[in-house]
């Protein structure tokens, strides 16, 4: 998440989608044999599963968010083509309020529904 932010550019912004399959967000990265990981994260490549508030992690590593649903950004098709559910969670995200989210929120305005 730091590598994200430092990356981008002041009014950049960023659309993060990862998946919501637990409660809460939890990591643990002593879990290093893929037997390990496959069993609390799912998939040996994981290192954590992401809950709901997964977005207040951002804020913390210093983004500003907006906690969206993919129906918010698209039509059923284009969701469709995405592979995403209308209430399926997306974190919009920029490093600072004034010059990247009212530069998002004009740019999306018309694809919010």
């Not at 994260?41 to 709901?52: A, E, I, K, L, S």
């Not at 649903?69 to 004034?98: H, I, K, Q, R």
Request: aromatic share 6%; net charge negative; hydrophobic share 35%.
């Amino acid at each position: 998440m730091r590598e994200l932010a430092r990356v981008l550019r002041p009014e950049g912004w960023a659309l993060i989608l990862v998946p919501i399959n637990a409660e809460r967000t939890f990591e643990d990265r002593s879990v290093t044999s893929p037997e390990g990981r496959k069993r609390l994260f799912g998939q040996t490549d994981h290192v954590r599963r992401c809950g709901p508030d997964y977005g207040e992690r951002l804020r913390q590593e210093g983004f500003v968010v907006l906690d969206l649903t993919a129906g918010m950004l698209g039509t059923e098709d284009e969701l469709y083509e995405m592979g995403l559910s209308e209430n399926e969670l997306v974190f919009l995200c920029g490093t600072s309020e004034n010059a990247t989210l009212c530069a998002v929120r004009h740019r999306v305005n018309g694809a919010l529904r």
